[in-house]
């Protein structure tokens, strides 16, 4: 089903800061959550948890510890987790 669509029928995104925020939006009925937090150790768990659910995972990726500015944070996270998308506020696509 086209992601457009989606959001349209579950227009709320939870935003999770910690992992007790994560298993609240995990169980609610949000579709859609958005990783304020994390770093490049334990996303790939975090992600792992959200697509266990039948959720989408997206990162904010200025927010992920050990990430740089560069454009092969961006690779990895596309190779080392299943991340639907990836959010930031610096020119990255």
Do not use: W
């Not at 939870?14 to 304020?36: G, M, R």
């Not at 190779?79 to 959010?87: H, K, R, S």
């Amino acid at each position: 089903m086209p992601l457009l669509h989606l959001l349209r029928q579950n227009p709320v995104i939870a935003a999770v800061k910690d992992n007790a925020s994560l298993q609240l939006a995990i169980d609610s009925e949000c579709q859609f959550i958005s990783v304020l937090y994390g770093n490049i150790c334990t996303i790939s768990n975090i992600v792992k948890k959200i697509k266990n659910a039948g959720k989408y995972a997206f990162i904010h990726v200025d927010l992920l510890e050990g990430a740089s500015n560069k454009e092969v944070v961006i690779q990895f996270l596309k190779l080392v987790t299943e991340v639907d998308g990836i959010i930031s506020t610096k020119h990255r696509c």
